[in-house]
């Protein structure tokens, strides 16, 4: 590419991912439904967007630290006092449950309706077992909820991103060498999670180190944790795939915790930077997916995620909330509540040219099949989740004050 042809394509991703955002913003609708087709539509109008030829093998690398900063600033959000033990047991079933549920049924469908190999649909349905705070945050705070419910969400969104992306990792790797047993699969996670806790020790000593001991200005402060936790992300990275996720958000959950550390009244990743990193993950990756790869998919994945959004997340829900004590009401919300994101799409473009290079039967379908399922999931829950959470009865009374005031 010339250097003109670079800065229109940098420029035009930028003013894609800003401009979507404003857009919603005036329609009153989640960013995110605006994000994909613009992303996708400028990928199809042109090539000058695409990111791997913008920045080649960089991407996958970028995508992954910028994942681990969203993470890491989820993690600040995540105070643990607010969250007693039936809250607490509940977020643990609804990850352990939504996981293996996902996972199986992504799995179990994708060979009859996708014709992929049963290799290629395990690494689906591994893959789609991720939501995020890339997607659920966004969603929760148009929906406003009530606090026990935005607590429980935004729990099971932030830590199932890192669990999932490992797990995605794994699932790959067992693939590729089919001579690993199940047992020695277990262990690769084992280690993968090992590795991530340790990244996560080493980066909060460095982030202890630099705001507690080190007498730094708020600018050098922020500086400082933005580069820490793309160091140990990216050291992680470097060892295991994926374990960057795990230490960064150990990072943010740790870090408000440490002696010293006055808690912070405005996290130090600051929500634009964070806004923009999504804005710009969302449009780059919705490029990559071509209009003739849909071909064959649309109807297949759409039953895909009928069966997700009206079988598996509901039983998920339904079992991890079985005697917690929560109203109806906010089990159904809980319910209906399982948008994909950012760490599916990113994993999705990294396996699906991995298997396809191995000759592995329906491959090239893992791509355009996540990036429906993140667009039919996120456009499903986005313009429905206020109209059901207002029939529930389960928003926060002054987020009905907010629209009411805004709507006159």
């Known amino acids: 590419m010339t250097t003109d042809e670079i800065l229109f394509g940098v420029g035009l991703t930028f003013v894609l991912a800003v401009g979507s955002q404003v857009i919603a913003a005036l329609v009153r609708v989640p960013a995110l439904i605006v994000l994909l087709p613009a992303g996708?539509?400028?990928?199809?109008?042109?090539?000058?967007?695409h990111p791997d030829r913008l920045l080649g093998a960089a991407f996958q690398p970028l995508v992954s630290l910028a994942v681990a900063l969203i993470l890491y600033d989820a993690g600040l959000g995540l105070d643990p006092r607010k969250l007693p033990g039936g809250m607490r047991r509940v977020v643990i079933r609804l990850i352990m449950l939504g996981v293996g549920l996902s996972w199986a049924t992504a799995a179990l469908l994708?060979?009859?309706l996708l014709g992929m190999s049963g290799d290629a649909a395990v690494v689906l349905g591994a893959i789609l077992v991720v939501s995020g705070p890339t997607v659920v945050g966004p969603l929760l705070a148009?929906?406003?909820?009530?606090?026990?419910?935005?607590?429980?969400?935004?729990?099971?969104?932030?830590?199932?991103?890192?669990?999932?992306?490992?797990?995605?990792?794994?699932?790959?790797?067992?693939?590729?060498?089919?001579?690993?047993?199940?047992?020695?699969?277990?262990?690769?996670?084992?280690?993968?999670?090992?590795?991530?806790?340790?990244?996560?020790?080493?980066?909060t000593m460095l982030l202890w180190l630099l705001l507690?001991?080190?007498?730094?200005?708020?600018?050098?402060?922020?500086?400082?944790?933005?580069?820490?936790?793309?160091?140990?992300?990216?050291?992680?990275d470097m060892v295991r795939d994926d374990t960057g996720l795990i230490a960064a958000i150990i990072m943010g959950l740790a870090v408000v915790h440490l002696p010293g550390v006055v808690r912070f009244e405005r996290r130090p990743v600051s929500e634009t930077l964070v806004q923009l990193i999504i804005g710009l993950l969302f449009v780059s990756i919705s490029s990559t997916v071509t209009p003739a790869s849909l071909h064959h998919v649309v109807l297949p994945t759409l039953g895909l995620v009928?069966?997700?959004?009206?079988?598996?997340?509901?039983?998920?829900?339904?079992?991890?909330?079985?005697?917690?004590?929560?109203?109806?009401?906010?089990?159904?919300?809980?319910?209906?509540?399982?948008?994909?994101?950012?760490?599916?799409?990113?994993?999705?473009?990294?396996?699906?040219?991995?298997?396809?290079?191995?000759?592995?039967?329906?491959?090239?379908?893992?791509?355009?099949?996540?990036?429906?399922?993140?667009?039919?999931?996120?456009?499903?829950?986005?313009?429905t989740a206020v109209p059901v959470a207002r029939r529930l009865g389960v928003t926060a009374p002054e987020a009905d004050e907010h629209r009411d005031e805004k709507s006159r």
């Not at 539509?41 to 967007?49: E, F, R």
């Not at 794994?170 to 690993?180: E, I, N």
């Open 110 to 112: 994708a060979v009859p």
């Open 212 to 236: 507690c001991k080190l007498q730094l200005s708020d600018v050098l402060r922020n500086c400082g944790q933005l580069a820490a936790v793309v160091a140990v992300a990216a050291a992680c």
């Open 40 to 49: 996708f539509i400028a990928g199809a109008l042109t090539d000058d967007i």
């Open 306 to 383: 009928a069966v997700l959004v009206v079988l598996t997340r509901p039983l998920a829900a339904s079992l991890a909330t079985l005697g917690s004590g929560l109203p109806g009401s906010e089990r159904t919300f809980i319910a209906w509540m399982a948008p994909r994101g950012i760490v599916a799409a990113a994993s999705a473009t990294t396996f699906s040219e991995g298997l396809v290079n191995a000759g592995i039967k329906g491959a090239s379908k893992i791509l355009p099949a996540t990036f429906l399922v993140i667009a039919a999931t996120v456009a499903l829950y986005g313009l």
């Open 142 to 203: 148009f929906v406003r909820p009530k606090d026990r419910l935005q607590q429980i969400l935004t729990w099971e969104g932030s830590l199932v991103d890192p669990i999932g992306g490992l797990l995605g990792a794994v699932v790959f790797a067992a693939v590729l060498d089919h001579s690993d047993s199940f047992g020695g699969q277990v262990a690769q996670f084992a280690i993968s999670l090992g590795v991530g806790l340790a990244g996560a020790v080493v980066g």
